[in-house]
């Protein structure tokens, strides 16, 4: 399993864009990457997943850099909802993913 | 309604008591989780199913049992509960779709607390 390091928390304002990069050195040809999200007292929630490059949805962007090293989670415009643990996963097998303890988006006003 | 629900939402039960945890998913997927999530910790695999006959343990199963009835449901049993598995209990869904790795879905959980 690729191990993955990422910030334990996160501080931003309200309309700023956050970037969350998680590092995954060992990561395997055939893995993905995925980001979920999380509110507290809540299941997390798929947000995107990616490959390679850049991929954008209405929620978020990811990007990806040539070497699948690493890989940033853009959000863009944060609101107060949008505090919440965020998890980075990589791998190819759903049942073989790791969700380690995220980082913690706090959002202020 | 929910996709995926979890019964009950709260449970306070005595050290060596059995209890079970339930899961139903309304979205016809195949693939169940159980999952724990301990503060700071993330969350654990416990056990997965593929399907009815299909059922496999995950990272942390030695404590817990499963038991897949129907496509639909995926029930979670602490045959003698001990403190330490007070936790929040998560239960996912995600369908059999050859690509990439499938979304799971997740229900609202159950928090556990064994005195």
């Known amino acids: 399993l690729a191990k993955t390091t990422q910030p334990i928390s996160m501080d931003s304002y309200e309309g700023q864009e956050v970037n969350i990069t998680c590092s995954h050195n060992?990561?395997?040809?055939?893995?993905?990457i995925t980001w979920y999200q999380q509110f507290p007292s809540q299941g997390p929630r798929f947000i995107i997943q990616?490959?390679?490059t850049k991929v954008t949805n209405e929620v978020a962007s990811l990007f990806i850099p040539a070497d699948r090293k690493s890989s940033t989670l853009s959000l863009p415009r944060v609101s107060l909802s949008d505090t919440a643990v965020y998890y980075c996963?990589?791998?190819?097998?759903?049942?073989?993913?790791?969700f380690g303890a995220g980082t913690t988006v706090t959002v202020r006003a | 309604d929910a996709d995926v629900t979890q019964t009950p939402r709260n449970r306070i039960t005595k050290t060596g008591k059995r209890i079970m945890l339930e899961c139903s998913q309304t979205?016809?997927?195949?693939?169940m989780y159980w999952y724990r999530q301990d503060p700071g910790l993330g969350l654990r695999l416990i056990y997965y199913?593929?399907?009815?006959?299909?059922?496999n343990k995950g990272e942390i199963s030695d404590g817990y049992s499963v038991s897949r009835q129907a496509q639909a449901k995926f029930s979670l049993s602490l045959e003698s509960a001990i403190p330490n598995q007070t936790a929040l209990y998560f239960c996912?869904?995600?369908?059999?779709?050859?690509?990439?790795?499938?979304?799971?879905?997740f229900g609202p959980g159950t928090r556990l607390t064994v005195l």
């Open positions: 996912a869904t995600s369908d059999r779709v050859g690509r990439a790795i499938n979304e799971q879905f």
């Open positions: 990616g490959y390679k």
């Open positions: 979205k016809g997927h195949d693939r």
């Open positions: 060992n990561i395997a040809t055939n893995d993905y």
């Open positions: 996963l990589v791998g190819r097998d759903d049942y073989k993913l790791s």
């Open positions: 199913s593929f399907d009815v006959k299909d059922i």
